[in-house]
């Protein structure tokens, strides 16, 4: 009998496992894919859009054309497994069977119990979100004057408020905007807990970019008009960003496999097995074990595209009976857009491992990395397309 494997999520790790099984299956098991979401986002480049909207015909895909045509799309939201009955719960759709299931749905933004932060924020997890973000910078400003600017606070500068707050800063240059840009990190440093050299170059393309960057004090509080941040400061806004940590999806508690009890990240051995043999977990979804490692992988999407790859093998293996493979994620770098610059820190190009640099190699490499993603997924038609806008 032929065996029924389910991806659930449409991100860097779902798709790259759907992409992967269809290879390695091969019409050897059928294969169903389930999103909330009817394409898949770059996700890491979706901040363009808040400079420009027009960017997202470069950054989003179909799953339907992205999908081999024996593979099933479903469009729905997940809202638990029942493991024992092996089937995949939906919000609006029937139950869909599975003999192994991929759990690959991604996070939601968290807002760590902070006073009034979830309801007058805005996030940045989807294309829907970046569009929003920009209409709302758009409107602020159109009310805003020279002499009372609009002002726009970002929560959190690591990767996504960094990257966030450089294209709204594109945006008040290219359109001449009265808006004031702050951006809050509690730590002492933004891109906090990384290389001092990257910290410095970061914080002088932001300050380069005119955005006020106050950290060493967390956001305490938040109401329809101010930033409460430590004991003392206060920012009126009236557009504000969090982007200060992930937690794991609501569908992820009805899901009865072991999983963090704050998060409910669900936790996965290096070969992504949950303690439930039949379902796996990669993504933003999961924490992963590493070998010899205290810390799981990373929730970036280079983990995800580099795990997609050992995922679909390994579910592969798993119908066949053969032993897994166990997955070590390997740092290949780190790249930060701030607008039309960028950094780039420990890449591998040319063979050589890089120091830290910025300048025109820096933002291509950006663009090179953004662009291959794109090239595996779409083909190098979509690559070419995207590469200017990268």
């Known amino acids: 009998m032929t065996n029924d494997v389910v991806v659930l999520g449409s991100g860097y790790a779902g798709t790259g496992t759907v992409k992967k099984l269809e290879q390695e299956l091969d019409g050897e098991a059928d294969i169903t894919w389930i999103s909330d979401v009817d394409h ?202 969090w982007t200060g940590g992930i937690t794991g999806q609501e569908a992820a508690q009805n899901i009865e496999v072991e999983q963090d009890e704050r998060s409910h990240r669900i936790n996965a051995s290096s070969n992504f097995q949950t303690e439930d043999e039949r379902v796996f977990a990669l993504g933003d979804a999961a924490l992963i074990d590493q070998p010899g490692q205290e810390m799981p992988a990373p929730p970036t999407a280079q983990a995800a595209w580099q795990a997609a790859e050992v995922m679909g093998e390994n579910v592969a293996r798993a119908i066949r009976g053969q032993p897994l493979t166990e997955w070590t994620h390997e740092d290949k770098g780190t790249l930060i857009s701030v607008g039309d610059k960028a950094v780039a820190h420990n890449v591998i190009y040319f063979g050589a491992l890089s120091d830290t640099f910025g300048g025109p190699l820096a933002k291509m490499l950006k663009r090179t990395v953004a662009s291959r993603w794109i090239n595996d997924v779409a083909g190098p038609s979509a690559a070419a397309r995207a590469w200017p806008d990268m």
């Open 40 to 241: 898949h986002l770059v996700l890491h480049e979706s901040h363009r859009c808040i400079r420009n909207p027009d960017v997202q015909d470069k950054i989003t895909f179909p799953c339907e054309q992205l999908k081999a045509p024996a593979t099933r799309f479903i469009q729905d939201r997940v809202t638990g497994l029942d493991t024992d009955a092996q089937v995949v719960e939906l919000e609006d759709g029937e139950d869909v069977e599975y003999d192994y299931v991929v759990v690959a749905f991604g996070s939601r933004t968290a807002f760590f119990g902070i006073d009034g932060l979830e309801e007058h924020s805005y996030v940045l997890k989807s294309l829907q979100d970046a569009l929003d973000i920009h209409d709302a910078v758009k409107e602020a400003a159109k009310e805003a004057t020279r002499e009372e600017p609009a002002q726009v606070v970002v929560g959190g500068a690591g990767l996504s408020g960094i990257q966030s707050a450089g294209e709204i800063a594109e945006f008040r240059d290219m359109h001449r905007a009265p808006i004031d840009i702050h951006l809050v990190e509690g730590l002492d440093n933004v891109f906090p807990n990384n290389d001092p050299v990257v910290q410095a170059k970061l914080t002088k393309l932001l300050e380069e970019k005119d955005i006020n960057i106050l950290t060493g004090e967390f956001i305490g509080e938040v109401d329809e008009e101010t930033v409460y941040i430590g004991d003392d400061t206060e920012l009126d806004y009236d557009v504000l960003l």
